[in-house]
T-cell receptor, first 115, second 115 residues
Framework: DVKVTQSSRYLVKRTGEKVFLECVQDMDHENMFWYRQDPGLGLRLIYFSYDVKMKEKGDIPEGYSVSREKKERFSLILESASTNQTSMYLC??????????????FGPGTRLTVT | AQTVTQSQPEMSVQEAETVTLSCTYDTSESNYYLFWYKQPPSRQMILVIRQEAYKQQNATENRFSVNFQKAAKSFSLKISDSQLGDTAMYFCAFMKHGTGNQFYFGTGTSLTVIP
């Protein structure tokens, strides 16, 4: 089974702190994604990566950056956390095959609270 | 850009009954994939069912089936013999064929199965 793990289930940080969210997948997937999930807004894509050291902006990249130094690891960085970044953050990964078997596999999520 | 609309924020169903969750999407692509994901309370998001747009036959997975109407750009999920474990948020997602595998998610439907 594909396993996607995230470094923390719950995280509380102060305004202005630098925050690192880590995601690791164990199935050699090319693609990795970071979403934030807010009630009534569904999942919104922050950044994704289709290869090591490659990154693409999603729909809401402002205030975030990412790093992918190894294929299995994709980090989301909040350079200076703000209260409006309080949210659930979901990581996902998928194969890069152009077929219907390339569904995304999700991690358990990190609920981040910025105070 | 692709958009996915789930017009039912909340639904409920009696145990053992059947319920249908609606999803519509907007795209100019001819080749794409559609997915339903389930997110139980405080648990990981998992894939329920997928549909390839070029396949006319509706996908089924045990008690879960879809009604895919390509011309109408509609992709509803039917859950038969509802069980308490079906209580969850359900997200409809669209992915166009090709590299990157970027998903577009709806805002979700919260389903409660009533004993």
């Amino acid at each position: 089974d594909v396993k996607v793990t995230q470094s923390s289930r719950y995280l509380v940080k102060r305004t202005g702190e630098k925050v690192f969210l880590e995601c690791v997948q164990d199935m050699d997937h090319e693609n990795m994604f970071w979403y934030r999930q807010d009630p009534g807004l569904g999942l919104r894509l922050i950044y994704f990566s289709y290869d090591v050291k490659m990154k693409e902006k999603g729909d809401i990249p402002e205030g975030y950056s990412v790093s992918r130094e190894k294929k299995e690891r994709f980090s989301l960085i909040l350079e200076s956390a703000s209260t409006n970044q309080t949210s659930m953050y979901l990581c996902a990964s998928s194969l890069s095959a152009p077929s219907g078997r390339n569904e995304q596999y999700f991690g358990p999520g990190t609920r981040l609270t910025v105070t | 850009a692709q958009t996915v609309t789930q017009s039912q924020p909340e639904m409920s169903v009696q145990e053992a009954e059947t319920v249908t969750l609606s999803c519509t999407y907007d795209t100019s692509e001819s080749n794409y994939y559609l997915f339903w994901y389930k997110q139980p309370p405080s648990r990981q998001m998992i894939l329920v069912i997928r549909q390839e747009a070029y396949k006319q036959q509706n996908a089924t997975e045990n008690r879960f089936s879809v009604n895919f109407q390509k011309a109408a750009k509609s992709f509803s999920l039917k859950i038969s013999d509802s069980q308490l474990g079906d209580t969850a948020m359900y997200f409809c997602a669209f992915m166009k064929h090709g590299t990157g595998n970027q998903f577009y998610f709806g805002t979700g439907t919260s389903l409660t199965v009533i004993p």
